[in-house]
T-cell receptor, first 114, second 113 residues
Framework: DSGVTQTPKHLITATGQRVTLRCSPR?????VYWYQQSLDQGLQFLIQYYNGEERAKGNILERFSAQQFPDLHSELNLSSLELGDSALYFCASSPRLGPTDTQYFGPGTRLTVL | AQSVTQLGSHVSVSEGALVLLRCNYSSSVPPYLFWYVQYPNQGLQLLLKYTTGATLVKGINGFEAEFKKSETSFHLTKPSAHMSDAAEYFCAVSKDGTYKYIFGTGTRLKVLA
């Protein structure tokens, strides 16, 4: 158990809908990262927050957005969902912002878009 | 641009045999390199990482990896495979020396009894 929690574990929805994925980092960790894992694209970095502020963006679509709240939990919002958005979405956290900080991954949320 | 190549999407070894999972990277700056393991229906767990210093890095569960700059490689090894090692393994490099990871496509390790 990494200490990172993600809810829900599974999410099934229809095209065009909007969903919110939630992540609670390990106690004391200030950085939160979001990743998407799909068969087509592999594991891709989406976005990163540090202490409430967005710090880096990766291959995140404009239909997707995220935020980190004052209690440090984070939410990833996916809108206008398409079939291709079906994937496993991971959240990870680390204590600080450094590139060598170990990132601890949550168990993921499996999103299925029908 | 940084990239990571993992040779062999599937590797099978016998229990007790050497495990060798290959990873080559490209990086324009001194790289930070990582190996993660993913068990079925679980998130990724860090096995080991190379940042600076000693090029032979020891990790958890008896795994180790050697950073070879001249070969731009960071291969993962374990002297003796155990059934519990069956999982998917990902090599990653930090992009431009930042906290943005670039992951390889993964190698699924199967351990035969």
């Amino acid at each position: 158990d990494s200490g990172v929690t993600q809810t829900p574990k599974h999410l099934i929805t229809a095209t065009g809908q909007r969903v919110t994925l939630r992540c609670s980092p390990r106690s004391g960790d200030l950085s939160v990262y979001w990743y998407q894992q799909s068969l087509d694209q592999g594991l891709q970095f989406l976005i990163q927050y540090y202490n409430g502020e967005e710090r880096a963006k990766g291959n995140i679509l404009e239909r997707f957005s995220a935020q980190q709240f004052p209690d440090l939990h984070s939410e990833l919002n996916l809108s206008s969902l398409e079939l291709g958005d079906s994937a496993l979405y991971f959240c990870a956290s680390s204590p600080r912002l450094g590139p060598t900080d170990t990132q601890y991954f949550g168990p993921g949320t499996r999103l299925t878009v029908l | 641009a940084q990239s990571v190549t993992q040779l062999g999407s599937h590797v099978s070894v016998s229990e007790g045999a050497l495990v060798l999972l290959r990873c080559n990277y490209s990086s324009s700056v001194p790289p930070y390199l990582f190996w993660y393991v993913q068990y079925p229906n679980q998130g990724l767990q860090l096995l080991l990482k190379y940042t600076t210093g000693a090029t032979l890095v020891k990790g958890i569960n008896g795994f180790e990896a050697e950073f070879k700059k001249s070969e731009t490689s960071f291969h993962l090894t374990k002297p003796s495979a155990h059934m519990s090692d069956a999982a998917e393994y990902f090599c990653a490099v930090s992009k431009d020396g930042t906290y943005k990871y670039i992951f390889g496509t993964g190698t699924r390790l199967k351990v035969l009894a």
